[in-house]
């Protein structure tokens, strides 16, 4: 099925331990993003990619590094994990205009001990 | 600061009965307003829309208003259903980004 794929579905990190969440789309979308859900928080931007090539902030960037690999593929690094980062990240893609919004993966369950 | 707010962190509602979302904003600047709808180890799943200029948009039993005056905007579901119970996400839409919510859990009891 045509979508947004994520990897891996779950993770337990140690502090200090880095890891690069994987993303792609097969849509043919312009703009791919990178949010994390906590509990009672609703889901917050991480990093953005309008297009292939570049990247942006988003509303909580730090300890967080992004590529934008190709048009298909948008990976989100953790370089020094802590537990404040313990979260579901979800990607997410878009057409160019689009009212339907984004279109998400499924998440990324990430614990950090 | 929330520029997108729902104020009620769950609600339930009896099953063939009306479920109502609510939602405020700040930004006046938004273009267009949307729900999803998320169950338990899923992505959110994209529900309905409307843009800043419309009132109301319909689409089968989901009914988004919109109140501009007011910065307010709810979805109505009817009939309620099983399947509705969720986690329902108020967002809205500036340039490349979309805000969202901090979500409403919709309990269906039969």
């Known amino acids: 099925n045509a979508g947004v794929t994520q990897t891996p579905k779950f993770q337990v990190l140690k502090t200090g331990q880095s890891m690069t969440l994987q993303c792609a789309q097969d849509?043919?979308?312009?703009?791919m993003y990178w949010y994390r859900q906590d509990p009672g928080m609703g889901l917050r931007l991480i990093y953005y990619s309008a297009s292939e090539g570049t990247t942006d902030k988003g509303e909580v960037p730090n300890g967080y590094n992004v590529s934008r690999l190709n048009k298909r593929e948008f990976s989100l690094r953790l370089e020094s994990a802590a537990p404040s980062q313990t979260s579901v990240y979800f990607c997410a893609s878009r057409k160019l205009t689009g009212v339907e919004g984004y279109t998400f993966g499924s998440g990324t369950r990430l614990t950090v001990v | 600061d929330q520029q997108v707010k729902q104020n009620s962190p769950s609600l339930s509602v009896q099953e063939g009965r009306i479920s109502i979302l609510n939602c405020d904003y700040t930004?006046?600047?938004?273009?267009?307003f949307l729900w999803y709808k998320k169950y338990p180890a899923e992505g959110p799943t994209f529900l309905i829309s409307?843009?800043?200029?419309?009132d109301k948009n319909e689409d089968g039993r989901f009914t988004v208003f919109l109140n501009k005056s007011a910065k307010h905007l709810s979805l109505h579901i009817v009939p309620s259903q099983p399947g509705d119970s969720a986690v329902y996400f108020c967002?809205?839409?500036?340039?490349?980004?979309?805000?969202f919510g901090k979500g409403t859990r919709l309990h269906i009891l039969p």
């Open positions: 409307i843009s800043s200029i419309k």
């Open positions: 930004n006046s600047m938004f273009d267009y």
């Open positions: 967002a809205a839409n500036r340039d490349d980004k979309i805000i």
């Open positions: 849509m043919n979308h312009n703009s």
